[in-house]
């Protein structure tokens, strides 16, 4: 054993020497130092490439590692915090000195403790290389082979490998033969060396590295963590835990309903950072002081090192959207939804770097909230975007689309005051399908049908969905009959359309009228039901149920809005006004496409200017004399 260990010894010094980097990684550390105090590495892709930042444990300081024209995508980071590894191929310092190629990079990346070594997944099997890049050789051969994890003392690697249909964990010394431990995958090494974790089939797993004292810790875990100390590992099990090595003492830690990601501890084990809906967090190991760290692109904590970057911090992202003026938006693209309520308008929008996100304007106060933060879209073979975007009051409510052959579409939900977006439902179809939410409000009453359901947001106490996993801010109004698809909403009312019949319930459920008429299109405009029927508008008084007015439709154009008896008729490059008692009309017309909703303070419409877009309040008392 002594021998093995001595011959051990002499490789890694062979594969290290005139070890150049290392030394020079050793000087960074003594003058780069901040102040002792830590610096978090991570990869982000705000800008639209992948690269890799330094930031303060407080999310202040972003700081790329390399110059914008190196763009390396980072995948780890030595746990002495002196070395990144790049997945091209680059290793450099953690300040992002040093910058060398080492070979042609691979996938499934795993440094040494002291970042001496490098392992990585590539061409049939797991390879490992100097940082100073001597001493390439393949360790493990083999095409499904991965995931490779060094033992603290670098004297060997802990894997997953098939073998027939099922994964299995392996420990492979540098010197010596492979042994096969157990089933699972995703093999890490503690702190201390006396355990490894791993994911099996049904949780999270510990074991001795003989492969003794196999013990589950976690139910249903899917990504693990050792904490510094080794006695303790964070994990995420579609929410963030911590647990005791041992098993026992499982801690559930609150990230606000939203399914965790690539959870990393601090060096001092007092705190974590997890990455909820692309951006990073950090929490308290017992719970608390959860708070966000970024805002902008998708985001995987590293890991730490106490070298400063040396680059200029990063510059603020260019915005999506703003404000020209008391009556003008302008966006990055082309508006592709909007919704009015009162005051307020909701629209979609993007941009190269920042995916479709939906955004609120007041053009009193000429503020904008977005929800959601500025992110790339993710690649999809048939397409993604939103749809069905309502605002009603202070809530926003919208569909997230995308996917392959199917399609999935998540109904999210944001306010004003909690701009978080929460997925109210997720339902699944084949792509080309647009699942049938019908998402509507007005003022605080906002609606949307889960299946024959009809499902108000806001204030309950059921679930949203309730065949899903979805918060319980929800209330039924109705089922059965009467109930889907929903039309259209207008104070306490709302309209029902059927396949020969609309009908008009308040917010309790209960049937005000059924209306025998089979219509395209059905609104509600305070106490009035206004519908499409062929070629003409009708409008219809609820509580009397009789005929009021009735105006033909413009070729062309598509009933979209009615407010104070005035309908809003659409076409792709033309938004028009018609007064339904005389007839009277107004017309827009700007490059499509082209959005409107009329509210009591005036129109809200957006056209495309050549590649951009704008958002326009036009006032009431414009439009009243225009019309005039």
């Avoid at 080492?102 to 490098?118: P, V």
Wanted: net charge positive; hydrophobic share 40%; proline share 5%.
């Amino acid at each position: 054993m002594k021998l093995r260990e001595a011959l051990l010894g002499a490789i890694v010094a062979a594969v290290l020497a005139g070890g150049s980097f290392e030394a020079q990684t050793a000087s960074a550390a003594k003058s780069s130092t901040h102040g002792g105090s830590y610096w978090l590495v991570v990869a982000s892709d705000r800008d639209g490439t992948t690269r890799g930042y330094s930031m303060r444990p407080d999310g202040s300081r972003l700081t790329p590692l390399l110059a914008k024209s190196r763009s390396h995508p980072p995948q780890v980071v030595s746990a002495d915090g002196r070395v990144v590894a790049y997945g091209d191929g680059y290793v450099s310092r953690a300040d992002g000195r040093g910058l060398r190629r080492i070979g042609k990079g691979g996938w499934s990346m795993a440094l040494s403790r002291d970042g001496r070594l490098l392992a990585f997944a590539a061409r049939a099997g797991i390879w490992i290389v100097g940082t100073n890049g001597r001493g390439l050789r393949r360790l493990v051969s083999g095409r499904w082979t991965f995931e490779p994890d060094f033992s603290p003392n670098a004297r060997a690697i802990a894997y997953s490998s098939f073998v027939g249909d099922d994964e299995y964990v392996f420990i492979k010394p540098l010197l010596g033969n492979r042994r096969r431990l157990g089933p699972g995958k995703r093999p890490k090494w503690s702190p201390d060396g006396r355990w490894i974790a791993y994911v099996g089939r049904d949780g999270a797993y510990v074991m001795r590295p003989n492969g003794t004292q196999r013990h589950r810790v976690a139910q249903g875990a899917v990504e693990i963590s050792w904490s510094p100390t080794s006695r303790e590992l964070a994990f995420n099990a579609g929410y963030l835990g911590i647990v005791g090595a041992g098993g026992g003492h499982l801690r559930r830690i609150d990230t606000r309903g939203i399914e965790p990601a690539y959870p990393v501890w601090a060096p001092d084990g007092r705190r974590l950072v997890v990455t909820l809906m692309g951006q990073l967090w950090t929490v308290a190991r017992d719970g608390r002081g959860l708070r966000r760290l970024t805002g902008a692109g998708g985001n995987a904590a590293l890991g730490w090192t106490r070298l400063a970057p040396t680059l200029p911090r990063a510059k603020p992202l260019p915005a999506t959207e703003r404000v020209v003026d008391g009556r003008t938006v302008a966006t990055s693209t082309p508006v592709s939804d909007l919704s009015a309520d009162g005051s307020r308008v909701a629209f979609v929008t993007a941009s190269a770097i920042d995916c479709d996100h939906a955004a609120v304007w007041t053009p009193a106060s000429r503020a904008i909230a977005r929800f959601d933060f500025p992110r790339l879209c993710l690649p999809t073979s048939t397409g993604s975007g939103i749809y069905d975007l309502e605002l009603a009051g202070s809530r926003a409510a919208w569909v997230h689309y995308g996917g392959g052959n199917t399609w999935e579409f998540r109904l999210t939900s944001a306010t004003l005051t909690d701009r978080e977006p929460v997925q109210l439902s997720f339902e699944s179809a084949d792509a080309g399908t647009f699942w049938p939410y019908q998402v509507r409000g007005d003022g605080d009453v906002l609606v949307f049908n889960d299946g024959a359901r009809l499902v108000r947001v806001g204030g309950g106490r059921e679930r949203c969905q309730e065949s899903g996993r979805g918060p319980s801010v929800c209330t039924t109004i109705r089922r059965g009959p009467h109930a889907a698809p929903v039309e259209a909403v207008s104070g306490r009312l709302i309209a029902i359309r059927g396949a020969r019949d609309v009908a008009v319930v308040d917010v309790r459920g209960e049937v005000v009228r059924v209306f025998p008429l089979t219509v395209t299109v059905a609104h509600l405009d305070g106490e009035d039901l206004v519908v499409a029927r062929g070629d003409a508008i009708e409008r219809y008084g609820v509580q009397s149920g009789a005929l009021e007015a009735s105006r033909s439709i413009p070729r062309g154009y598509k009933l979209v809005d009615v407010d104070g008896g005035i309908a809003v008729l659409r076409r792709p490059t033309a938004i028009k006004l018609l007064r339904l008692d005389d007839g009277r009309s107004l017309t827009i017309e700007r490059r499509g496409p082209m959005f409107g909703d009329l509210e009591s303070p005036g129109l809200y419409y957006s056209h495309a200017v050549q590649k951009t877009g704008r958002v326009v309040f036009l006032p009431r008392a414009e439009l009243m004399r225009r019309l005039a």
